[in-house]
Structure formats: C-alpha cells, structure tokens
C-alpha cells in the first residue's frame, strides 16, 4: 500500500513541478498538468496515504518531502481546499466550470485571465493521451 500512495505523491509533485515550468509559455497546460493530473494523483495519495501506519509510512513521507523540496515546490495542492473531493472538479466541468481556476491563477501570482472551455477540454484529452501512452510503456 505505501509504494502506491508514495507512487501518486511523487507523480502529483512531478505534475506540480511541470505547471511551474509551462505558466509562462502555454497557461492551458499548465492548468490542466497542475489541476486534473497533479490533483488527482495528490488526492489519491492522501486517500491511500490513511490506510497505511508503521515505520514504511513515515521512511515514505519523508521522501516525499525531500523530493519535493528538491523540485521547489511552491504551490502545494493542501492550498487549494481543506476538504479535497474526487469529485468536485468532475462535477465542476459537467457544469461548464472549470474547479480551482481562481486559485491557481492566484498561486501562481498571474491575474484574471479568460479561456476556453474548448482549449482546457482538448488540452486535458491531450495530457491523458500522453498519460496512457507513458503508462503502457513501464
């Protein structure tokens, strides 16, 4: 159980760490490697992360905490809502909504910007293709 939940930690901050470096260039990207992607695998984390006690947990949380030191995390996904849901971001987008915006675009210090559904729908299709294909080739 910890390798699983260690495994979602360490996608979730790699994730984290590929929106810090694409803000600047492709924002859609970024958004949807930190919202959807890095999210998810946090929050999976956090869920098996519950099931797990003894000396293996804590050996893995700290590594989890020095590698995200070492990518120079700065926005960490705790931010972004105290009660994490599965859910809520799904829900969001059958609405139209896209979850965390607003507080993405304030954890990375830009201001108010306007996109695309379209954009961030292609873009999320486009990163889970990539996913899938990364995910077949381990």
């Keep these: 159980m910890v390798g699983r939940w260690f495994g979602y930690y360490l996608n979730s901050y790699k994730d984290n760490f590929l929106a810090q470096e694409l803000v600047k260039e492709d924002l859609v990207s970024a958004y949807t490697q930190f919202c959807w992607n890095g999210l998810y695998d946090f929050m999976m984390a956090e869920i098996l992360k519950s099931f797990s ?3 293996k947990k804590k050996k893995a949380l700290e590594l989890v905490e020095e590698y995200k030191n070492k990518l120079n995390i700065k926005n960490d996904f705790r931010k972004l809502d105290k ?3 599965l859910f809520k ?3 969001f987008l059958l609405f139209g909504y896209f979850s965390y915006w607003n507080e993405f675009l304030k954890m990375f210090g830009l201001k108010e910007i306007n996109i695309s559904k379209k954009e961030i729908v292609l873009e999320m299709i486009k990163i889970q293709k990539k996913n899938i294909y990364k995910n077949n080739l381990e």
């Design 83 to 85: 009660k994490l849901s």
């Design 53 to 55: 006690f003894g000396k």
């Design 89 to 91: 971001p799904l829900l």
